[in-house]
């Protein structure tokens, strides 16, 4: 599966992000990779960190599944926070 669109970023700063996946999963920003969770796997989770300014930035989410389970979840940490929370649809503006 590839999920793809726009994610509005409300201030300038260092962002963590996470996907936490079963099987594989790649995220992109722009034409970086940011957090590389591929490969054939249970549910583990993987992290990076970018800095973006603020506006509305380009994302693509791949996925996919190999064998039994499946699942896909992603997240970030904004700037100042100190928690991991998951990106929702009011953070997205698809193409
Ligand atoms: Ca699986």
Redo the contacts with the bound molecule.
Sequence with gaps: FEFSGYLFIPADGIYDFYTES??GSVLMIGREVVVDNDGSH?AIRATGKIALSKGYHSFILRYF??????SLEWGWKKPGSDAMELITAKDLFLN
């Design positions: 079963d099987d249970g599944e190999d064998y039994e389970g499946n």
